[in-house]
Nanobody, 124 residues
Framework: QVQLVESGGGLVQPGGSLRLSCAAS????????MGWYRQAPGKGRELVAT???????NYADSVKGRFTISRDSAKNTVYLQMNSLKPEDTAVYYC??????????????????WGQGTQVTVSS
């Protein structure tokens, strides 16, 4: 199994910055892609940014130019640097990982995992 542990949320003033981290742990897996989603009160979960193992990135239009997703492959950790934060960025941020789990030398399966979520509040 794979566990995702997030950190870095908190309260920040408009225009400020935060960096979220998500570390994947477990054994017998490889990571295909990792990303961040968010859910504001009363709204559905939406994509923020994703990063594939090949280095391709995808951002929501609302965060382009302000947020940057990156990774440390050796640590199986993905980061979300959030700059120029706005009140509308307030949400619970969830880490997501698409992984391949190698059950036997001849059998593997792709699965998706979610972190527990971390609160980001942008307010003066």
């Amino acid at each position: 199994q794979v566990q995702l542990v997030e950190s870095g949320g908190g309260l920040v003033q408009p225009g400020g910055s935060l960096r979220l981290s998500c570390a994947a742990s477990g054994s017998g897996f490889s990571t295909n892609a990792m990303g961040w989603y968010r859910q504001a009160p009363g709204k559905g979960r939406e994509l923020v940014a994703t990063l594939t193992s090949g280095g391709s990135t995808n951002y929501a239009d609302s965060v382009k130019g302000r947020f940057t997703i990156s990774r440390d492959s050796a640590k199986n950790t993905v980061y979300l640097q959030m700059n120029s934060l706005k009140p509308e960025d307030t949400a619970v941020y969830y880490c997501n990982a698409i992984v391949t789990i190698y059950y036997t030398p001849s059998y593997s399966k792709m699965s998706a995992y979610w972190g527990q979520g971390t609160q980001v509040t942008v307010s003066s």
